[in-house]
């Protein structure tokens, strides 16, 4: 038994679910979000809840129950609160500039860096050390922060890179004389 596919995913108010021809689509009040359902999983959209149980007892439908119930609980989030990620840059002359859709990174090699901002994400700069990357699809939202941050990870000695706000850097001693 699935301790997190048992729990019913609660939908708060202004949000709306409902499933058809296969697809679950969430409506809420910062937009709307689709789902293709499984097979293997039954879904029962309730006035307050949404169901996620196993349709039969294959252990690839025990695989699937917590995974898309846990998609499902993305969803709701999503359209009511929205999702964010900050990233922090360090190191001397490292620093970013929102640009309209795009994102310009100086990052110590000879050229900037333009990111595209991809369709349904917004990103702010706060400062010129600070990233925030807003929006509704969670996987959206990690993805773009790997993007930007895959261009300087943090580096162990001096900790300069790109770093996700919270992350710990594993520091190394440098070497010795």
Request: charged share 30%.
């Amino acid at each position: 038994m699935s301790r997190i596919g048992k729990k019913p995913v609660a939908i708060p108010g202004g949000v709306t679910a409902a499933i058809a021809d296969g697809v679950l689509t969430v409506k809420g009040p910062k937009g709307t979000l689709t789902l293709t359902l499984r097979d293997e999983i039954s879904y029962t959209v309730e006035a307050d809840s949404i169901l996620v149980k196993p349709a039969n007892d294959t252990k690839q439908a025990r695989a699937f129950w917590g995974m898309q119930r846990t998609l499902v609980s993305n969803l709701v989030t999503g359209v009511s609160e929205g999702y964010t990620k900050v990233l922090e840059i360090t190191g001397v002359g490292y620093r970013a500039n929102a640009q309209g859709r795009n994102l310009k990174l100086q990052l110590g090699y000879s050229h900037d860096v333009d990111f595209p901002v991809p369709e349904g994400i917004e990103i702010k700069t706060p400062d010129n050390t600070t990233v925030e990357i807003t929006g509704i699809d969670k996987q959206k939202v990690g993805q773009v922060a790997a993007e930007i941050r895959r261009w300087r990870k943090p580096e162990p000695y001096k900790g300069k890179g790109i770093k996700y706000r919270g992350e710990y850097i594993f520091r190394k001693e440098g070497k010795k004389k």
